[in-house]
């Protein structure tokens, strides 16, 4: 708490490290909000000391012969009439303001109140699906920088009869007045990776005095907050947001042309044209906010809650409460990526950012940044241009069908490099799978090699970016695209006023303007992949082009230095000097506050052993070449065994992968070995799926729960449980195994990612280059930089060419997945586990070993006890029996 409090009092940028179960994030609760309290009443003991000297200078201008309450009377008159100005002055815009827009509004009715009323009727009748109304689909005239002024739009054809949004717009207005008016100084920004870590933070923060004095907001994804059960049923998050935003859309629109009608009557609003209708009471969102600015700290769960009983929209609702906030509790997304922060309207200028879990920062930063766009969604796309250009091509201005016949010049281009050399036959398909060769290539280029290569060299992007923006042409085509399928298939649209493919055809309209924001940065800050895939006999077609960002410097420094101060918490953040080169090189190694401690609970209660052999002295080796060897995973089988008999409540055994755990489980269950460990204890798997991870997680905990009451009679003796997880899955971050849950954590392996993966490669080609002077491009390691999919060994061959950052982030990767999963075991300061690391390459000699010896990127804590090696299994068995009797003695009254 002193180490992160001297840090914000200094600024700047620090990385503090605390191992899992020492109470981090309580520190980090109470001294940055006891920061945030005594800068506040430092400023206001500064303020008055500045007021008293003003009020003294002021007197001593005046006349000594003046009594005291003509003094005071004088003051108070300037305050006043200083007040006065400024309120007459904010009344006088705002009635200014509105006499324009109702002017305007005015004589649009007047003039065009027939037509108005005309076009009303075709909306509906489009709306009712019987009437197919083309003219909403008509883009409005645009003027390119050339014609005039630059992203300008001329409204020389009303959409709707509107020409102006004043409700929306005032309202606006007057919103972002409120906003700069409650803007709360000295802001504290939380950032963690998943909901469930922010709701355990929001937990830990209820325990504190401050979750009573502050002002909190939680903020989360539309998905999670979303209590719209129509929008809910949509599925997947990206559907959810895109409907959501179609909705505000439509709400706008409607409002315009009701309020455009006048006195001709009130026309029933349809499903699809009335907005969401958790937003329509406004009264109800200004009641949310009193609602929750008089409770405690209210966690996402909570809000969803409180917006459910109150029937209005939580989401919008807590994005509200945003700038009258002291502290805003929000995930990685929202606040790393500029375009969430804008969003959002979240003002970092001289607040307070802490990033918990920023173990993996540098990657997850990066990977926020990258655009993939597949060849279905190119097809997709470019078919619904060419009929929307096709049926208004003679309608459009100069300056959208110049930009129209850009766009499909694109996604022409790039459906020339995912088509090329592409095999559209499945016999052929067929044959080379029988034959076990090559299905399919993954190459890498640099942006400009891209470009040139398929003759787009010379679109000027940034100009075609603006007027996507700008001109609404996604929502134009591909609404027009969905109701003219609708008219031709006769098909009736939802209940929800979407058909089954416009969220398809809106997603692969924002996934073409992710990519072509991606090929405007810099040649050298990513790579663009290209994945070539065959048609498969069911139709169903691969491939994609990915941008993936390499360098995540200039993203992090808008951050850095925006904000007062900006803290990386976790339990395990070193190595220190990999993050620095990746996130802030520019800042001197000196000038960065690194604050490290250990674990809280003794030596004796941890017992971590490198296991190299198994019971029947087999070496265990888990390599990629070895670990699927049917006699390793029945030597890791009889290990498993073993441990039943000496091991108490529960077992997490982690495996590298999905795939790998489900072959491991197939060979147990069909050599006999699952039945013998089922005799012992119950077995649980981690599911692929992260929403039936809770279910399962309540299940293993209630079993150990029930049998460490004792068994019950006439029931199977068993002892405990055994979970089979995977590092990199759900389990293995953010869920704690505190007390029986987590006795023993067994670590199979080493878990590497694979060298087959193309953008692992690019990122590790990248990372090779750091720091060196004569590096100025990414390394083109390969001749082709082309690689097939799977084959590991190219993947290796480039490993073994880097020299060292290369190999050293490789392996980083994998001992920070080690380390996230073995801290799950201990909780607190009277908790206990052993820890197993299965594999020989734990206990081997470094100098046998190409990289550096894994054990070294250990956290501390667990380094200082590690048994490094064990001559056979036996050794293994009495050690873990000492140490549960131990400990089982030791937690006895």
Known sequence: MNALYRSLDEGGVSMLESPTGTGKTLSIICSALQWVVDQKQKQKAESMVDFGKNVGND???RSDDEPDWMKNFTVNQDIQAEEKKISSRFKFDRRRNKENY???????????GFSLKKEFENLQKANDGSELNDEEFLLEEYESEEEGAFGSVKLKRKAGGVTVSSSSDEEEEEDSFKEEEEEEGFKVYFCSRTHSQLSQFVKELRKTNFANEIKVVSLGSRKNFCINEEVLRLGSSTQINERCLELQKNKKNEICKIKNLGAEGKVRRTK????CPMLRNHKLQKQFKNQVSQQEALDIEDLVHLGKRMGTCPYYGSRSMVPAANLVVLPYQSLLSKSSRESLGLNLKNNIVIIDEAHNLADSLISMYDAKITLSQLENVHNHIE???????????????????TLMVLTRAFLQALNNERDESCASQDAEKA???KTGSDSSMAINDFLFSHNIDNINLVKLLQYVKESNIILKVSGYGDKASNSEKGSAVKDSGESFEEGSILSGFRA?????LSLTNNDGDGRVIISRRQRTCFGQQGGFLKYVMLTGEKIFSEVVNQAHAVILAGGTLQPIEETRERLFPWLPPNQLHFFSCSHIVPPESILPIAVSRGPTSKSFDFSYRSRCSLTMIEELGLLVCNLLTVVPEGIVVFFSSFDYEEKVYDAWKTSGILDRIMKKKRVFREPRKSTSVEFVLKEYKDTIDTLSLGPKEGSTPLNGAILLAVVGGKISEGINFSDGMGRCIVMVGLPYPSPSDIE?????????GLGDPNFTRTPKILPSDEYYNGDVQAGFSILRSCRRRGNEYYENLCMKAVNQSIGRAIRHINDYAAILLVDMRYASESSKRSFSHPTNKLPQWIKNSLVSSTNNYGEVHRLLHQFFKFNKNRSCP
Request: proline content about 2%; charged content about 30%; hydrophobic content about 35%.
């Open 102 to 112: 109702t002017d305007l509004l005015s004589r649009d009715v007047k003039k065009d």
């Open 760 to 768: 692992l490669l690019e990122r590790i080609k990248y990372i090779e």
């Open 387 to 405: 009929k929307y250009f096709a049926r208004f091509q003679n309608r459009l201005g100069p300056g959208n069908r110049r930009y129209i016949q």
């Open 512 to 516: 073409l303007a992710d990519m072509l």
């Open 272 to 275: 699809a044209s009335s907005g």
């Open 59 to 61: 007197r001593q201008c």
């Open 435 to 437: 034959t076990g060769a």
